[in-house]
């Protein structure tokens, strides 16, 4: 959508269309998933909250090593990294404010 308001039509339809078939396939296919329900539910059992925990961790490591990445790439071709530098300082800050908070409230 985004996209398409920026004058550029034809990706946004893409982007779109990609979306809307993931949504229905989740719809439709993640009633019959133990894993999709387990995600999913308002109060997940110990084993799903763990996974759910696990899997947002893994994905802050992946965010922030690629960010790191591109920041680094962007200093080693002569440019700022203003963009990249704000996303690995907010990252790091956000990791040493949650294990501050965690360790005292555990």
């Not at 269309?17 to 329900?37: F, M």
């Not at 090593?65 to 990252?91: H, K, M, Q």
Request: a positive charge; proline letters at 3%.
């Amino acid at each position: 959508m985004a996209a398409t308001f920026g004058g550029r039509l034809a990706p946004g339809l893409v982007a779109f269309g990609i979306l809307a078939v993931c949504s229905l396939a989740l719809a439709l296919l993640g009633r019959r998933s133990e894993t999709y329900q387990g995600l999913t539910e308002k109060a997940p059992d110990e084993r799903f909250a763990r996974i759910g925990g696990r899997a947002w961790a893994g994905t802050g490591v992946v965010l922030t090593v690629g960010n790191l990445s591109a920041f680094i790439g962007e200093l080693a071709s002569g440019r700022s990294g203003d963009p990249y530098f704000w996303f690995v300082a907010t990252a790091a800050l956000s990791y040493i404010t949650f294990v501050a908070f965690w360790s005292r409230h555990t």
